[in-house]
């Protein structure tokens, strides 16, 4: 049962061929088998997901069940969980159990989804490979010599793996979609204020959005459908009507538009991922669409902006942690200042104090002409030449990364090369687009991701795409051979 | 333009984040290679483009000024390091 999906399980539990509680019990044993290998997992809720489990069961049986009820997932840790461990995968939140949900968690728990437990990231997810981890990389687990991706790589392994179904992620700058590329999953980020925020630790909050990992288009779907939506407690949320995502899917794609933008077919991507990204445009071709070539003239530029306004919204965004009111203090302060600045300089990693570092510099008032208000004006650059692309074309497609998962260790001495794996992710997120990446073939026996953009709240489009692409095709089925 | 290592020393004190000493060349070296990336967006002129703060060009909503959490205060301070009488402990601030 653990290679099912969602829409699979949700069948299952409501023909009584299966319960929850065997469901849950089922996963839980997985987890405790694998999780050593993957280091997936930060926390483990087993006893309340069993408890979760028998009150879907409950559910099911008085015939009150929704398509989610009894469905286990895992949350990123970056969604606060109350009265369960929330890190961030960081020393400086350890010990740091919140007090409340976030909507997001809130929303699926009213669903009647089984939260498993919290996944492994990169710290504050700022990282391309989760080895920015306080607790330790995730191991990839098509090849536990490499990366599964960041910074949300704990949800994708673990998904990959079949130790969950599907997973909450966020994408800042392609956290959920790299990741999803690398461990051969489906993963959306939905639109910029799609989705509420509330609650899930802020990184980048021009940028942040709570995302999705899941085994299929359908099923990330049916989670979206649970997520989206309006809440007054995210004031960059937005209000307007959530589609139904699953009536969509079966849509024919023919007449559908599709761009290649040929700054994606270009330099950094890898000759045989580019064949099989190739593969998968003809393979639209035949399911109708018609495909044309774009442009995004200025996409290389959007890694420098992106490594402006992230650190610097960042800077701002973790000045909250103190050492005063929550999380980790240093021993023995001498003083206030050096209360803060042990605590800060203790808690938070190498790569989260790289970051605050470039974003206070971007902001000091001689910098912040040239740094920030310079990427910001990039920024709409960016964001205009999807405008201008968006006039020809209802979707665009290309790779999600330029090469199949890389080894542990071989980026993570050099900051530059690591940011520069997410050139093709980075500018939806500055443009606040929605973006998708699902299975499209392999390379040397690693999974290779296709990506797809559509325009703002255009998730049902990306999801009916994906759709009709998995029911043609069978790589989203592929599972990693150690963990069949 | 790379960043001395006591330039790095004082944006490090307005981030109020303690970095070891034997580490700042480091520090300088990294963040002079993300800082000659960032320069990239020099590459391109600017002038006259409205700086892009928010996506969707959403303005920021607001709602009326009336309380609508109830008290937490024990919540909040039961995962506080180190709380009195009800109230955060910090070092000595005034002397």
Known sequence: MHDKTIAELSAALAARELSAVELTQALLDRIEAHNGTLNAFITVTAEQALEQARRADERIAKGEAGALTGIPIAHKDNFCTAGVLTTCASRMLHNFVPPYDATVVARLEEAGVVMLGKTNMDEFAMGSSNETSYYGPVKNPWDTERVPGGSSGGSAAAVAAGLVPGATATDTGGSVRQPAAFCGVSGLKPTYGRVSRYGIVAFASSLDQASVIARSAEDLALLLQAMAGFDERDSTCVDLAVPDYRAGLEQPLDGVRIGLPREYFQDGVEPELAKVIEAAVEEYRRLGAEIKEVSLPHNALAVAAYHVIAPAEASSNLARFDGVRYGYRCENPRDLEDLYMRSRGEGFGTEVKRRLLIGTRALLAEYYQDAFLKAQKIRRLIHNDFIEAFKQVDVLLGPTTGAPAFRLGEKSADPVQMYLTDVFTIAANLAGLPALSLPAGQVDGLPVGMQLIGRHFDEARLLNLAHRFQQATDWHTVRPQNFE | ?95
């Open chain 2, 1 to 95: 333009m790379p960043l001395r290592p006591d330039e790095v020393e004082t944006i490090a004190h307005l981030a109020r984040l303690s970095i070891d000493q034997s580490l700042i060349p480091e520090y300088a070296r990294d963040l002079s290679a993300i800082l000659a990336l960032v320069e990239k967006m020099n590459t391109v002129n600017t002038d006259g483009v409205e700086p892009m703060v928010n996506p969707l060009e959403a303005v920021q909503r607001l709602r009326p000024d009336v309380v609508t959490e109830g008290d937490q205060r024990e919540a909040f301070l039961a995962i506080a390091p180190a709380v009195e009488d009800g109230l955060y402990l910090v070092p000595r601030v005034i002397e």
